[in-house]
């Protein structure tokens, strides 16, 4: 099997659709169109009854349905493999759903019950690695909009009019719209003129991506220790900061130390910390630590989801960043498929003519389908051929 990563789908559409060495369609909108793609193909592949993507969890009456959890397979008993049917009208007993729980008849309360469900397809993330030159006056370090930034000596600057604003006051974790510290157990979040905005004594505070949102945690546990929940817009990561700046996965595993020049964002693939002047960005998913080199350029500031500034000498670019992902179905042809698919999305977006394209991806469909069903059989097969002594028939 072949593993391809969205770089290699994204360049085929772009090939397949004329558009090799064109910015008209935008880095983040390949994504997204790559995404809605998959998507859909991910809901095609699981109506065809393929069990690749097929996860098992043990659950019992009043169970939260996985965080993960998009579409039922079967629920049944572990030890006789018998399936447990969902209640109606004119069946009391088995098994439904509601608000998210899941609510077993007192039938199966002292046996073993497992559900098998297919998961929320991942969301796909990509690097072009293309770099544009900016022209900052001063070193950025955070970039706050479109035209604003603070400079590495910490004076808000505008970008537009090459001019610094207003000195800032930066102290503590850097935030894209303030700054955390901790004073007397109190945990402060402050603007950049020093003034505290809100402040929590045992509640930390919730960063999504890289904005400061003013929501609660919902947890049992003891919280006063940390100062930051960072989490990606979809809450599928999520990573405590402690006030000691150590960095914590949300099952409170610790992971690494951090330092006030450290500078974080949370993507749906993990969390990425950049260090000013570093060439390299560090990507942490879960315990595990993974390094992204900038080759040869320093880490300067984070733009978005997509981009971020970097340095070399006095010039200074904006580059895409992170790890491009990798999907490993083990099945080759939902690599046509899918870079058909995009390719027509790609036309769309130009007024084109999608027909041939349309065709094309019609026939890598059938295609596909006629291969993932193609052993369908196969138990028959080698039955026979034992049988037979080596022939099928």
Request: hydrophobic residues 35%; charged residues 25%.
């Amino acid at each position: 099997m072949i593993k391809y990563n969205v770089k290699d789908i994204i360049e085929r559409a772009e090939q397949l659709a004329d558009l090799q060495n064109s910015d008209f369609i935008s880095d983040s909108e390949k994504q997204a169109l790559l995404n809605e793609a998959w998507s859909i193909f991910y809901q095609k592949i699981i109506n065809s009854a393929d069990k690749a993507f097929l996860k098992t969890v043990s659950v019992r009456d009043g169970s939260r349905l996985p965080s993960d959890f998009l579409q039922m397979a079967s629920i049944y008993i572990r030890d006789s493999k018998e399936q447990i049917q969902r209640i109606n009208a004119a069946q009391r007993m088995g098994y439904d759903i509601i608000n998210d729980t899941l609510f077993l008849s007192k039938d199966y309360e002292n046996l073993n019950v497992v559900m098998s469900y297919f998961p929320k397809p991942k969301t796909l993330f990509y690097c072009s690695g293309k770099k544009e030159k900016k022209g900052f006056t001063t070193s950025p370090k955070i970039i706050i909009d479109e035209d604003l930034y603070i400079d590495i000596d910490d004076n808000i600057c505008s970008f537009s009019a090459d001019t610094v604003v207003q000195p800032a006051t930066v102290t503590g974790l850097i935030l894209k719209n303030g700054c955390i510290s901790v004073s007397d157990d109190v945990t402060l979040f402050k603007n950049y003129n020093g003034v505290t905005i809100e402040s929590h004594e045992a509640i930390p505070f919730v960063v999504r991506g890289n904005e400061i949102t003013y929501d609660t945690i919902k947890t049992y546990e003891d919280l006063s220790n940390y100062m930051l929940y960072v989490t990606d817009k979809g809450n599928e990561q999520g990573y405590f900061i402690g006030k000691d700046l150590k960095l914590y996965t949300k099952d409170f595993q610790e992971v690494l130390s951090l330092t006030n020049s450290d500078l974080i964002y949370c993507r749906g693939d993990g969390l990425y910390i950049g260090n000013t002047g570093e060439g390299k960005i560090r990507r942490v998913l879960g315990s595990v630590v993974e390094t992204f080199p900038l080759s040869l350029f320093g880490f300067n500031a984070f733009v978005d989801d997509f981009s971020c500034i970097v340095s070399m000498g006095e010039n200074y670019y904006k580059t895409s960043y992170g790890f491009n992902t990798i999907l490993d179905y083990p099945n080759n042809i939902y690599y046509t498929v899918l870079a058909y698919s995009l390719a027509i999305s790609f036309k769309l977006k130009q007024n084109g003519d999608t027909s041939v394209l349309s065709g094309k991806y019609e026939e890598a469909l059938s295609q596909f389908y006629d291969s993932i069903h193609r052993d369908d059989n196969g138990s028959y097969t080698i039955r026979n051929v034992y049988a037979n002594k080596g022939r099928i028939w």
